[in-house]
């Protein structure tokens, strides 16, 4: 096929969007390990998990097995708002750095919280309506996750609660001003609203917070008001079953045009962007039908999966979830000032480490700078100012695509593009300043956070 048969922007029509989402655990042969009772140790049952999530989330939460869950009419009439989104080539960024490679990108933030995120966030309110809820409560860091959910909270008509990092909150104004325009709640956290606030606030005065801490409020918050309950916007396997969608247009906008990705890309903070976009390649991989190199990107400062270890920890601070088995820095890490936010995770899915742990997909790290030089390089070429998370996959995407240019290889390179940078501003400005750290933990430092993590043995 000629070249200029692929255009710009592919795209697929309406009807083509999925009716489902794939669950990659039901073709994993061995399978994530199961969320454990910090109590018991033994694996959470439905039952347990109903009082923190909404019951069709805690099923979907512990789903194995079924490969195929139908995505309800009125979660596929909200994403006909947004979706499909479009698979772009990136001819002008091919051109720019004289690759031979083919470049592709899924482009995930063409929408008003500018992210992926939206994809589960409209899921879990959806179920949490239907349950006949009054609200939901959640974290957010960087805000995007907050974002996503006051829209859809606001859409299903449901009470949103977002305990907001400190540190975000005073530094990112204009998210939390978004978050309230849609009804949101926004409290900083650590706050003197819960008990495990004012513990850490009495314990660590003058604490600017960490995600930990804002979920460990989160879920207090969820558990002590009736007709509420928690939400997530990442790391869990339902969170991971949501994002499929992306991976299952991916996949359908490749096929419509006959082209087989060699090379797929994704930034990992929690793991649901890359584990949706992955997860129906890493499915016929796992089918033994096909054969792709798939590559997780982390954040140098906060290395999960390169440097981290593979156990049970805490998904909070204040110890109040269930312990998941996880590459793992330990709950007790807080990375150095990074300006990736949505990548500030101590831990990783269950379901991409335990891929990464069966050598299904591979991971790198790479350094800030770096990071937002390929965020400018892009930015200019392609017309997309890139969320700093989204630029790590850009960065290796162009590594990939270099590499090529010197062996001559005509791979195809796809990467998730998950979101817009425009309320990251602080952080282009630090770049542009040339006023960037590279701050990488030392072993010691993250020795540290690693002995402190619970001793489970399974
Ligand atoms: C939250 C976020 C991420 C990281 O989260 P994952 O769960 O790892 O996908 C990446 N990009 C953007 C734009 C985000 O908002």
Redesign the pocket.
């Known amino acids: 096929m000629s070249e200029n048969k692929i255009p710009y922007k592919i795209y697929l029509e309406e009807s083509e969007m999925p009716k489902q989402w794939y669950n990659v655990r039901s073709d994993m042969k061995k399978k994530p390990a199961p969320l454990l009772n910090p109590g018991t140790l033994e694996p959470m049952t439905v039952d347990e998990l109903s009082g923190v999530f909404c019951r069709e989330l805690a099923m979907q939460e512990l789903d194995d097995t079924t490969a195929y869950i139908d995505i309800p009419d009125e979660i596929r009439d909200f994403y006909k708002m947004y979706r499909p989104s479009p698979l772009v080539r990136a001819y002008c960024l091919e051109k720019k750095l004289d690759t031979p490679a083919h470049i592709y990108y899924k482009f995930e933030g063409n929408n008003t919280s500018g ?3 939206l994809n589960s966030a409209i899921a879990q309110a959806y179920y949490a309506k239907k349950q006949g809820l009054k609200g939901v409560t959640t974290e957010t860091g ?1 805000g ?2 907050g974002t996503a959910l006051s829209m859809a909270c606001s859409y299903f008509d449901l009470d949103c609660q977002v305990y907001m990092v400190k540190v975000s909150y005073e530094q990112k104004p204009f998210r939390r001003e978004v978050m309230r325009t849609y009804g949101a709640k926004v409290t900083p956290s650590p706050s003197m609203e819960t008990e495990i606030g004012r513990k850490i606030n009495a314990e660590f005065p003058g604490t600017t917070g960490s995600l930990g801490c804002a979920i460990s409020e989160a879920v207090e918050a969820a558990t002590t008001q009736e007709g509420y309950r928690y939400v997530l ?3 869990l396997s339902q969170v991971l079953l949501h994002q499929s969608v992306i991976g299952l247009e991916t996949k359908a906008a490749l096929d419509k045009y006959g082209i087989k990705a060699d090379t797929i890309i994704g ?8 584990g949706g976009l992955i997860s129906p390649f890493a499915g016929e991989i796992l089918r033994g039908e096909n054969n792709y190199e798939i590559i997780a990107v982390e954040p140098a400062s906060c290395p999960s999966l390169t440097r981290g270890v593979y156990a049970y920890d805490f998904c909070d601070t204040g110890k109040v979830c269930p312990l998941a088995k996880m590459y793992t820095l330990g709950s007790g890490f807080i990375p150095s000032a990074n300006h990736a936010g ?2 500030r995770y101590h831990g990783m899915s269950s379901i991409v480490s335990e891929l990464y742990d069966q050598k299904i997909i591979t991971a790198r790290s790479v350094e800030q700078t770096s990071v937002f030089e390929a965020a400018e390089t892009f930015a200019r070429v392609e017309g997309i100012l890139p ?1 700093p ?2 630029s790590h996959a850009i960065r290796v995407a162009i590594d990939e695509a270099l590499k090529c240019k010197e062996t001559g290889e005509e791979k195809n390179i796809v990467f998730g593009l ?2 817009t940078g425009y309320f990251d501003m602080v952080a282009y400005q630090k770049y542009n300043d040339r006023e960037m750290s590279d701050y990488i933990p030392t072993d010691e430092d993250l020795q540290k956070s690693i002995s402190a993590m619970p001793k489970v043995d399974k």
Do not use: D, F, I, R
């Open positions: 992210s992926h995120k960087a995007q996750w916007g990442s790391v930034c990992a903070g929690g793991g649901s962007n890359l949505g990548l969320a998370e989204s998950t979101g």
